[in-house]
């Protein structure tokens, strides 16, 4: 646990400050990052509402809600940690932060499940395709933008594991507190941006042609 | 005389492999973005020597397409939009603010070894056999037609996305919370509203490329045929994405400039820049109204009418801040003292190059004439004319004027001059034909054309023969200067900013005690003397 | 080619004249900025100690919102002017001679109505409005006129419409203006614009293989449209007399049955359903070349004129 600031800072508070306000720039780039590729989906689900509607109805539902349950869970779990860490309660929050990673492997497992499903079902567009019917082209668009936009959110859940991993073993050290706890927030902010973006993702994948 | 400064603290290879150290990243920068500039110059002289003649003898199509793309790919990305920002912004921003570093100096090294990984990529892309789709890489040509490096160029560009996202970052979150005490926001020096205002942008804009170069990867590795009309896909759609993109791009590239010129201006009219908030805050204008023009490169490739009416309107109105600067600057110079030492020949150069360069994309904004010289040499003039005629000759302007400060040596004022002053003729000579070919109909990216437009053709590379060598003149003479040059003292232009308060070249952590700040910046008395921003 | 500088429709001739109002707009205050620059810099240089520095303006705020005004009014003024001939040539009606052309690495095909193919050139008679109707059967090409001032972007998976009317008889450039490739500097040609009688003669001398809409006929045979959109059991909308009728949509829209209607159906026929009907057409997206499209397309317009005709 660091007594001084680094030597660009004043002090502890504005390198918090600092390592916030980072953080939350960082978040703006991922949301456009996510946002061209919502709107480049956008764009095509406008053009071809009914394709992706029964495109969307091929999506394994039970799998994508409950893998939304369990990064809703996670993000509770690490709110929660990042309170206890700065109240002292070390053994608790570190606890706490590796439920949370072990639930992302779990997020993970299952995806790793559906897509095996997926291509069991012939949907993995340039690699094993196969659509019955009058909309198979919008099909292929659709899961197109579903693999590219899993496939991406997968590989930050992926960071995010390994970075609650590691503030997991550094809370058990006793490194964070009230007064330093920077990296705790922060992790924890990078890893509820991943939950909310998955659940613009759920809404767009899943739900289509389900509603009624 | 061997007093310690951030060049002498540590001399070993590995110092630097790993430096953290702010000005160190920017020399690194410096090198690497130098060593680019003469890959894309190395093009342009090919690209010049095969314009000579209207059979174009010298390369083939395929060797001519690949030579215009990796000029416009390496001096977009792998110069124009790191130069400033990166080399200069890197070295200043934390003196000028009165700081010891940046706010992440770690991401700060990442981001140069991002770049140079991008580089290299790119530059394996090059020596493999060339990428021939243009930098703007259209699909469906580049996705599923072209039989060049696309993914790995694709890729290059991808990492070194990150790396103009880390600087933008960095400088956004230093700007906000490592200011001196009693450094606000209306004393802080143009060059950072400037260079906030671009990390705005880069931190907004890039990962919108990024996310758009990743789906032309894909396609092309997967066919997944997101922009192939075969697949329902719109090769429009990635128009949009990708110029949603460059168009903010171009004011990354100029906004540095902008910010230098407004230090250079007021330094050597010894007189605070005129309408010093409306400056500010035109840079700020620039960066938000920028964001909604970028139809402006797509009057004529079938999207609406209605989306040409509202993307020509926008960028008429983002004319008007730039407009707001160069009324200003000159202003700026009524009542000073003013002097012709080359940063501010460089300056005045900028102002003048720059008015015509806009000037003339009041034309490409108005939709009729547009539909005319649309793709024609009409565009490429310019954009040269901003670019280099501004860009480059606004980071000539600042590295001279920082030279001192940067490495502890007086560059030789008279050579100087004298390349400006060559720079200046040869640039013009080289791109304003390119404005007459582009008004009589000659498309672009044609390697052979009809005989009619030769004549503007060779006087065109004739300038660009010049262009080369006077460019070339900084290269010796500021090399020479690092080891012959007169040693620089603190303040050697009598300038007022934080950063002339170190000495030069400054310690490794810039200043023993944070300075406080009383006045504004640019504070000159009627008689031209300098009132340092401190007490 | 003609003069130096042709500029040979009233479209360009607009154009030219809106260049000149941006060209003196441009030289005026280039005019202005280097004689002030100049003015400033050598009267105000360092070494005149001479010159009156006192009284410098200090508030700015008038300056600022005069040249700002005045700025925004000439920009609005050029805005409008240009907006204008934008207008009229893109939003421009269905009408005139057309023509159909596509474009391919690296060259250019015109086929007229009457069943003439050209490459790389297009013949055209004086003083009637051509309007030509482009496709891509590759990447985006550009279909450029510098004579007459105007291109369009020639994109696949789409038709595009460009109206000029030539006023002067000559021959003049045709170049392609998007990027496409290898060749793409050499993927030019001639227009060739006629006197009317000269035009008649040409068009009656070339080779054909039955105009564009009896081929179009042909394809519709071999592709068996009429299967559905005859009087077979399945229910589709009748081609005769489609051309040019509003269509209630499915989604409770009116569209136009255009050439980008047709087209569309034909290979995008999920894009809009016409109202009533159930989503049954299959796409013939890859099954139907540019040109047998095209063909196609002109031949349910043709039944659109017989409909008319009792």
Same mark, same amino acid.
């Given at each position: 646990?660091? @007594?001084?600031?680094?030597?660009?800072?004043?002090?502890?508070?504005?390198?918090?400050?600092?390592?916030?306000?980072?953080?939350?720039?960082?978040?703006?780039? @991922?949301?456009?990052?996510?946002?061209?590729?919502?709107?480049?989906?956008?764009?095509?689900?406008?053009?071809?509402?009914?394709?992706?509607?029964?495109?969307?109805?091929?999506?394994?539902?039970?799998?994508?809600?409950?893998?939304?349950?369990?990064?809703?869970?996670?993000?509770?779990?690490?709110?929660?940690?990042?309170?206890?860490?700065?109240?002292?309660?070390?053994?608790?929050?570190?606890?706490?932060?590796?439920?949370?990673?072990?639930?992302?492997?779990?997020?993970?497992?299952?995806?790793?499940?559906?897509?095996?499903? @997926?291509?069991?079902?012939?949907?993995?567009?340039?690699?094993?395709?196969?659509?019955?019917?009058?909309?198979?082209?919008?099909?292929?668009?659709?899961?197109?933008?579903?693999?590219?936009?899993?496939?991406?959110?997968?590989?930050?859940?992926?960071?995010?594991?390994?970075?609650?991993?590691?503030?997991?073993?550094?809370?058990?050290?006793?490194?964070?507190? @009230?007064?330093?706890?920077?990296?705790?927030?922060?992790?924890?902010?990078?890893?509820?941006?991943?939950?909310?973006?998955?659940?613009?993702?759920?809404?767009?994948?899943?739900?289509?042609?389900?509603?009624? | 005389?061997?007093?310690?400064?951030?060049?002498?603290?540590?001399?070993?290879?590995?110092?630097?492999?790993?430096?953290?150290?702010?000005?160190?990243?920017?020399?690194?920068?410096?090198?690497?973005?130098?060593?680019?500039?003469?890959?894309?110059?190395?093009?342009?002289?090919?690209?010049?020597?095969?314009?000579?003649?209207?059979?174009?003898?010298?390369? $083939?199509?395929?060797?001519?397409?690949?030579?215009?793309?990796?000029?416009?790919?390496?001096?977009?990305?792998?110069?124009?939009?790191?130069?400033?920002?990166? $080399?200069? *912004?890197?070295?200043?921003?934390?003196?000028?603010? *009165?700081?010891?570093?940046?706010?992440?100096?770690?991401?700060?090294?990442?981001?140069?070894?991002?770049?140079?990984?991008?580089?290299?990529?790119?530059?394996?892309?090059?020596?493999?056999?060339?990428?021939?789709? *243009?930098?703007?890489?259209?699909?469906?040509?580049? $996705?599923?037609?072209?039989?060049?490096?696309?993914?790995?160029?694709?890729?290059?560009?991808?990492?070194?996305?990150?790396?103009?996202?880390?600087?933008?970052?960095?400088?956004?979150?230093?700007?906000?919370?490592?200011?001196?005490?009693?450094?606000?926001?209306?004393?802080?020096?143009?060059?950072?509203?400037?260079?906030?205002?671009?990390?705005?942008?880069?931190?907004?804009?890039?990962?919108?490329?990024?996310?758009?170069?990743?789906?032309?990867?894909?396609?092309?590795?997967?066919?997944?045929?997101?922009?192939?009309?075969?697949?329902?896909?719109?090769?429009?759609?990635?128009?949009?994405?990708?110029?949603?993109?460059?168009?903010?791009?171009?004011?990354?590239?100029?906004?540095?400039?902008?910010?230098?010129?407004?230090?250079?201006?007021?330094?050597?009219?010894?007189?605070?820049?005129?309408?010093?908030?409306?400056?500010?805050?035109?840079?700020?204008?620039?960066?938000?109204?920028?964001?909604?023009?970028?139809?402006?490169?797509?009057?004529?490739?079938?999207?609406?009418?209605?989306?040409?009416?509202?993307?020509?309107?926008?960028?008429?109105?983002?004319?008007?801040?730039?407009?707001?600067?160069?009324?200003?600057?000159?202003?700026?110079?009524?009542?000073?003292?003013?002097?012709?030492?080359?940063?501010?020949?460089?300056?005045?150069?900028?102002?003048?190059?720059?008015?015509?360069?806009?000037?003339?994309?009041?034309?490409?904004?108005?939709?009729?004439?547009?539909?005319?010289?649309?793709?024609?040499?009409?565009?490429?003039?310019?954009?040269?004319?901003?670019?280099?005629?501004?860009?480059? $000759?606004?980071?000539?302007? *600042?590295?001279?004027?920082?030279?001192?400060?940067?490495?502890?040596?007086?560059?030789?004022?008279?050579?100087?001059?004298?390349?400006?002053?060559?720079?200046?003729?040869?640039?013009?000579?080289?791109?304003?034909?390119?404005?007459?070919?582009?008004?009589?109909?000659?498309?672009?990216?044609?390697?052979?054309?009809?005989?009619?437009?030769?004549?503007?053709?060779?006087?065109?590379?004739?300038?660009?023969?010049?262009?080369?060598?006077?460019?070339?003149?900084?290269?010796?003479?500021?090399?020479?200067?690092?080891?012959?040059?007169?040693?620089?003292?603190?303040?050697?232009?009598?300038?007022?900013?934080?950063?002339?308060?170190?000495?030069?070249?400054?310690?490794?952590?810039?200043?023993?005690?944070?300075?406080?700040?009383?006045?504004?910046?640019?504070?000159?008395?009627?008689?031209?003397?300098?009132?340092?921003?401190?007490? | 080619?003609?003069?130096?500088?042709?500029?040979?429709?009233?479209?360009?001739?607009?154009?030219?004249?809106?260049?000149?109002?941006?060209?003196?707009? +441009?030289?005026?205050?280039?005019?202005?900025?280097? %004689?002030?620059?100049?003015?400033?810099?050598?009267?105000?240089?360092?070494?005149?100690?001479?010159?009156?520095?006192?009284?410098?303006?200090?508030?700015?705020?008038?300056?600022?919102?005069?040249?700002?005004?005045?700025?925004?009014?000439?920009?609005?003024?050029?805005?409008?002017?240009?907006?204008?001939?934008?207008?009229?040539?893109?939003?421009?009606?269905?009408?005139?001679?057309?023509?159909?052309?596509?474009?391919?690495?690296?060259?250019?095909?015109?086929?007229?109505?009457?069943?003439?193919?050209?490459?790389?050139?297009?013949?055209?008679?004086?003083?009637? +409005?051509?309007?030509?109707?482009?496709?891509?059967?590759?990447?985006?090409?550009? %279909?450029?006129?510098?004579?007459?001032?105007?291109?369009?972007?020639?994109?696949?998976?789409?038709?595009?419409?460009?109206?000029?009317?030539?006023?002067?008889?000559?021959?003049?450039?045709?170049? !392609?203006?998007?990027? !496409?490739?290898?060749?793409?500097?050499?993927?030019?040609?001639?227009?060739?614009?006629?006197?009317?009688?000269?035009?008649?003669?040409?068009?009656?001398?070339?080779?054909?293989?039955?105009?564009?809409?009896?081929?179009?006929?042909?394809?519709?045979?071999?592709?068996? !449209?009429?299967? !559905?959109?005859?009087?077979?059991?399945?229910?589709?909308?009748?081609?005769?007399?489609?051309?040019?009728?509003?269509?209630?949509?499915?989604?409770?829209?009116?569209?136009?049955?255009?050439?980008?209607?047709?087209?569309?159906?034909?290979?995008?026929?999920?894009?809009?359903?016409?109202?009533?009907?159930?989503?049954?057409?299959?796409?013939?997206?890859?099954?139907?070349?540019?040109?047998?499209?095209?063909?196609?397309?002109?031949?349910?317009?043709?039944?659109?004129?017989?409909?008319?005709?009792?």
């Amino acid at each position: 646990m660091p @007594e001084t600031p680094a030597f660009q800072f004043v002090n502890l508070r504005q390198q918090h400050e600092v390592a916030q306000l980072g953080m939350w720039v960082f978040l703006a780039t @991922e949301v456009l990052f996510f946002g061209g590729l919502i709107l480049g989906y956008s764009v095509y689900r406008f053009m071809y509402p009914e394709g992706f509607a029964e495109a969307a109805r091929h999506t394994q539902i039970a799998i994508g809600t409950t893998n939304t349950a369990i990064l809703l869970t996670s993000s509770f779990l690490v709110a929660w940690a990042v309170s206890l860490a700065r109240l002292g309660a070390h053994r608790l929050a570190a606890l706490l932060f590796a439920a949370a990673a072990a639930l992302g492997c779990v997020f993970l497992l299952m995806k790793g499940i559906e897509y095996r499903i @997926e291509y069991g079902e012939h949907l993995v567009p340039g690699y094993f395709f196969i659509f019955r019917g009058p909309n198979a082209t919008s099909a292929w668009l659709f899961f197109s933008f579903y693999f590219v936009a899993t496939g991406v959110h997968a590989l930050h859940v992926a960071i995010g594991i390994m970075v609650l991993a590691v503030i997991a073993l550094k809370t058990r050290r006793g490194a964070y507190s @009230e007064r330093y706890h920077a990296p705790a927030t922060v992790a924890g902010l990078y890893w509820h941006f991943v939950d909310l973006v998955w659940v613009f993702l759920f809404a767009l994948i899943y739900l289509p042609g389900r509603a009624s | 005389m061997t007093e310690r400064n951030y060049l002498t603290e540590d001399t070993r290879i590995i110092s630097w492999l790993f430096t953290t150290d702010h000005k160190r990243i920017a020399i690194l920068f410096f090198a690497a973005i130098t060593l680019f500039f003469f890959v894309g110059g190395a093009a342009a002289t090919m690209i010049r020597l095969e314009l000579v003649s209207p059979q174009g003898r010298f390369v $083939t199509s395929d060797v001519y397409n690949r030579l215009f793309t990796i000029h416009g790919v390496v001096m977009v990305w792998f110069f124009l939009i790191p130069s400033i920002p990166s $080399t200069l *912004g890197n070295f200043i921003v934390p003196l000028m603010i *009165g700081a010891r570093d940046l706010a992440f100096p770690r991401l700060n090294l990442t981001s140069f070894y991002l770049f140079m990984l991008g580089g290299c990529v790119t530059l394996y892309a090059v020596f493999a056999g060339g990428v021939d789709t *243009g930098w703007t890489f259209y699909t469906p040509f580049s $996705t599923m037609y072209s039989n060049g490096h696309v993914v790995l160029a694709v890729v290059g560009v991808f990492i070194t996305g990150f790396s103009s996202i880390l600087t933008g970052l960095n400088f956004i979150v230093t700007i906000h919370r490592l200011r001196a005490p009693g450094l606000t926001w209306y004393r802080l020096p143009l060059f950072l509203w400037s260079l906030y205002a671009t990390s705005v942008i880069l931190v907004l804009a890039t990962p919108v490329l990024a996310m758009t170069l990743l789906l032309v990867a894909l396609d092309r590795v997967f066919g997944v045929g997101i922009f192939d009309p075969d697949r329902g896909g719109d090769p429009l759609l990635f128009q949009h994405l990708f110029w949603f993109y460059s168009h903010p791009a171009v004011y990354i590239m100029i906004l540095p400039g902008m910010g230098v010129v407004s230090e250079l201006v007021a330094v050597f009219s010894r007189k605070a820049v005129f309408g010093y908030k409306f400056v500010a805050w035109s840079a700020i204008a620039i960066a938000v109204v920028g964001f909604f023009v970028w139809g402006h490169h797509m009057f004529v490739s079938g999207q609406s009418v209605f989306a040409g009416l509202v993307f020509s309107f926008m960028s008429f109105i983002v004319a008007v801040p730039s407009a707001i600067k160069v009324f200003n600057w000159t202003a700026t110079l009524h009542k000073g003292w003013v002097r012709f030492d080359a940063p501010m020949l460089y300056a005045l150069a900028f102002i003048g190059l720059f008015t015509l360069g806009g000037l003339t994309g009041l034309f490409l904004a108005c939709l009729a004439y547009d539909v005319y010289v649309t793709d024609t040499y009409f565009v490429i003039a310019h954009f040269h004319y901003i670019m280099v005629g501004g860009m480059v $000759t606004a980071y000539f302007g *600042g590295l001279h004027y920082w030279w001192p400060k940067i490495t502890g040596r007086m560059y030789p004022e008279y050579w100087a001059r004298a390349a400006a002053i060559l720079i200046f003729f040869g640039f013009n000579l080289t791109f304003f034909p390119q404005f007459i070919l582009g008004v009589l109909g000659m498309p672009r990216r044609y390697h052979v054309y009809p005989p009619e437009f030769q004549v503007w053709h060779v006087l065109s590379s004739a300038g660009a023969s010049i262009l080369a060598i006077a460019y070339l003149l900084p290269l010796f003479y500021l090399l020479w200067s690092m080891f012959y040059g007169a040693r620089a003292p603190a303040n050697p232009w009598g300038a007022t900013g934080l950063e002339w308060l170190t000495p030069s070249p400054p310690p490794k952590h810039n200043f023993e005690a944070t300075p406080a700040v009383t006045r504004p910046p640019y504070e000159y008395t009627l008689s031209g003397e300098a009132r340092p921003q401190n007490a | 080619m003609s003069t130096w500088w042709p500029s040979e429709t009233s479209h360009a001739r607009a154009v030219d004249l809106l260049f000149m109002g941006l060209l003196a707009t +441009t030289a005026l205050v280039l005019a202005l900025l280097f %004689f002030l620059l100049l003015r400033f810099a050598i009267h105000y240089r360092a070494g005149n100690a001479s010159a009156d520095r006192s009284h410098r303006i200090r508030k700015s705020w008038h300056w600022e919102v005069t040249w700002t005004t005045a700025t925004l009014v000439a920009f609005l003024g050029l805005f409008v002017w240009g907006a204008q001939q934008y207008v009229e040539l893109f939003g421009a009606g269905k009408s005139g001679l057309t023509v159909y052309v596509v474009a391919k690495q690296w060259m250019w095909k015109a086929q007229h109505l009457g069943g003439q193919r050209e490459i790389n050139e297009l013949h055209v008679p004086l003083s009637h +409005t051509v309007r030509l109707i482009m496709s891509s059967q590759d990447v985006i090409h550009s %279909f450029f006129m510098p004579a007459f001032r105007i291109k369009r972007d020639v994109v696949p998976g789409r038709a595009t419409d460009l109206s000029f009317r030539p006023l002067r008889a000559g021959v003049f450039h045709l170049f !392609c203006a998007e990027y !496409c490739g290898t060749d793409h500097a050499r993927m030019t040609g001639r227009i060739v614009v006629m006197q009317e009688n000269d035009f008649n003669r040409w068009l009656s001398s070339q080779d054909v293989t039955g105009t564009l809409a009896a081929q179009g006929e042909r394809v519709n045979r071999q592709l068996g !449209c009429g299967g !559905c959109h005859g009087n077979g059991p399945v229910r589709a909308p009748k081609l005769e007399g489609l051309y040019g009728k509003p269509v209630p949509l499915s989604d409770g829209t009116i569209g136009i049955a255009d050439e980008a209607y047709l087209r569309d159906s034909i290979v995008k026929p999920r894009a809009k359903i016409v109202a009533g009907y159930e989503p049954l057409m299959p796409s013939y997206e890859g099954k139907i070349s540019e040109d047998e499209l095209i063909a196609v397309v002109a031949y349910i317009k043709s039944l659109a004129e017989k409909a008319k005709r009792p």
